[in-house]
């Protein structure tokens, strides 16, 4: 049986790249999926790099309904705004361009957004964030994805996991970096799970009997039949305030549609009339020129004092230490900057899959058992 193995970033963003341009994806283009892919692995968020290349970009473009060719079409523009179409190509590359324009208009206006339609999953949300970030800025940006989450007091599944993301500067090593859905857990995490053999923790799945689910492999299914429906942030029902995470994840469905003209609710199924479709995503990007408000040196500190003071307040018993947003994520990279990223038997097998099918070469490690 093969074990889990540690490959390297450069190797492993080299391969994505190969894949995707196997498939028909421009160079340029297939730098910026794999650029964006590898950001996922880098940072311990296992649910957005290499585990996705497969099942959700190399696949749906042989299921003809991802463009690997991407056409980026301004629909609307004004001095701090633009309306992007997408025409489903791949997401990662409109998602960097539209981000980029928000940063150029909020250099002159101090404040920029783009909204997209008609676009695909465009991986990390936290990697737009971090473009305005490093440009001296606050980066925000959300998008709506495939039906999964119940409203409250509800079992069917109607919104998308809707990450509603925040990235900002601060004096220490790394940004205030908030990137996470708004479902209590997303679907590449049980992808993840069913991937790694894992039963998904009780109370995080919805059936249409009102119990919960924990096979993950028959949530995965059920989730594609509409049988199950993630939970929002909070939990089931009102007691945990699910309602907040219903209340976010319709914020971001309304800014990822009614804005562009996009699709949204059960229109982002990806079947139509028993047939794959496009799955036609809205996304929304702010950038925040802190130079407009405040000094950017002041502003870094003052973020900071703050999350330095969240860090040393009191520990609840039993707990070793207190977090920030963005630290974890900074540690993981830490860690694998040197040792690489985990690949287990399963996503091995995946890799190895697509290597022989495309006739890629220098990737002989992927056959050791």
């Known amino acids: 049986m093969k074990k889990t193995i540690y490959v390297d970033f450069n190797t492993l963003e080299r391969f994505m790249k190969e894949v995707l341009m196997g498939a028909g994806v421009p160079e340029k283009d297939a730098e910026i999926c794999a650029e964006i892919l590898i950001a996922a692995d880098k940072r311990g968020i296992d649910s957005h790099g290499i585990n996705r290349l497969k099942p959700i970009y190399y696949n749906r473009i042989k299921d003809g309904i991802l463009n690997p060719v991407t056409n980026f ?10 309306v992007i179409d997408g025409h489903d190509g791949m997401g990662h590359v409109i998602s960097k361009k539209a981000m980029q324009m928000a940063i150029d208009k909020a250099k002159i206006y101090g404040l920029g957004m783009v909204a997209v339609r008609n676009s695909s999953h465009y991986g990390i949300a936290g990697y737009y964030g971090l473009m ?4 001296g800025m606050i980066g925000i940006t959300g998008t709506n994805a495939r039906p999964s989450i119940a409203p409250t007091f509800g079992v069917e599944n109607m919104l998308g996991t809707n990450p509603l993301t925040f990235v900002m500067p601060t004096d220490e090593d790394f940004p205030f970096f908030l990137d996470c859905a708004t479902s209590v857990i997303q679907r590449g995490k049980i992808e993840f799970y069913a991937r790694s053999g894992k039963d998904t923790p009780e109370g995080l799945v919805i059936g249409r009997d009102g119990k919960t689910l924990t096979d993950s492999d028959e949530i995965l299914k059920a989730l594609v039949a509409g049988e199950a429906a993630l939970a929002p942030l909070g939990g089931i029902g009102e007691d945990n305030g699910g309602y907040k995470g219903y209340g976010y994840a319709a914020v971001v469905e309304i800014l990822s549609a009614a804005l562009q003209g996009g699709a ?12 794959k479709v496009p799955y ?13 408000f405040t000094e950017l040196d002041e502003f870094k500190k003052t973020t900071g004092d703050i999350l330095r003071e969240l860090r040393n307040s009191v520990v609840a018993p039993g707990a070793e230490r207190i977090y920030t947003a963005g ?3 900074h540690l993981a990279y830490l860690e694998r900057k040197d040792k690489g ?4 038997e399963a996503l091995q097998n995946e890799m190895i899959q697509l290597v022989e099918e495309l006739g890629l070469e220098g990737y002989d490690f992927l056959y050791n058992e």
């Open 73 to 82: 079409e301004i629909i609307k523009e004004g001095p701090a705004t633009a």
């Open 264 to 275: 949204f609710l059960k229109m982002l199924t990806g079947m139509r009339d028993g047939k």
């Open 132 to 135: 305005a970030e490093q440009e």
């Open 341 to 344: 990223v985990p690949v287990n």
């Open 327 to 329: 630290e974890k994520e």
């Open 280 to 292: 036609n995503l809205g996304h929304f990007f702010i950038a925040i020129n802190i130079d407009s």
